[in-house]
């Protein structure tokens, strides 16, 4: 099992590939989410490189290998699994389980992950609507678009939050905006980089278009509560 600090750069890696489109991650970036200087990143990925598990251009980019990937989804499977069990099993709120999973990650067993995974039902997201990998490694596409690129008038339906601060995932939870929500965009001002959103029944709130841009969403209805993942039961528990 790779050490801890391997495998954080192997998920920071991994998300950033995704979140590029591109599967290639910049160092300083890297850096910035990793919280280490962009010299000591660099010093990380020469050595992912050496072990075979990335590949590195310089002045450029950072790639997994397929056994980097498959690293980096093993640890993100551990995470994601644990974050869904802390939730529908521990009762922890949506919003306190990140900074427990990242702790826990580097801990548990693929044996415990499996039978947690098992008792959870096989869970396909976690509580924020991430997709969690399977023993095998595969990751279901993430697919959807930011809340922020919709027009007024739009109905779409929430699939993932993005953003894993806890003061924002407690806002989001109180206004309605879960996983499986239905949204309306009441109204977009762009002078004030803001838009006015209305989950279901509840009140409209006024979001900022960077908070909107770490929301996904696409088109359609809400999910029914008989369709979320098994034990997650998104948007049900945490409190606001």
């Known amino acids: 099992m790779p050490s801890e600090p391997v495998e954080n750069y192997l998920k920071a890696i991994f998300s950033l590939g995704l979140e590029s489109g591109t599967g290639e991650a910049g160092v300083g970036r890297l850096a910035a989410i990793v919280g280490v200087t962009a010299g000591t990143a660099t010093s990380m990925v020469r050595r992912l490189a050496r072990e075979g598990l990335a590949t590195f251009r310089r ?3 950072v790639r997994l290998t397929p056994r980097g ?3 980096a989804a093993d640890v993100i499977r551990r995470h ?3 974050e ?12 306190e389980v990140h900074e427990e999973a990242e702790r826990l990650e580097h801990a548990v067993s693929p044996r415990l992950i499996d039978r947690l995974d098992h008792m959870l039902g096989r869970p396909r997201f976690d509580p924020h609507g991430d997709p969690i990998p399977d023993a095998q490694g595969v990751v279901l596409s993430g697919g959807g678009t930011p809340l922020a690129a919709c027009h007024a008038g739009d109905q779409v339906r929430l699939v993932r939050i993005a953003d894993q ?28 980089d803001a838009m006015t959103v209305r989950a279901g029944r509840k009140s409209p709130v006024s979001l900022s278009l960077a908070t909107a841009g770490r929301i996904i969403v696409e ?7 008989a369709r979320t993942a098994r034990g997650a039961r998104r948007g049900q528990h945490p409190t606001p």
Do not use: H, K, N
């Open 219 to 225: 088109p359609g209805r809400a999910r029914s509560p």
């Open 80 to 82: 994601r699994v644990l």
């Open 84 to 95: 869904t069990f802390l939730v529908s099993v521990v009762g922890m709120d949506w919003a």
């Open 69 to 71: 990937r498959r690293a």
């Open 165 to 192: 601060r806890t003061d924002i995932l407690r806002f989001l939870a109180g206004a309605g905006l879960v996983p499986g929500a239905s949204i309306t965009i009441r109204s977009i001002q762009p002078g004030a």
């Open 59 to 61: 002045y450029g980019g």
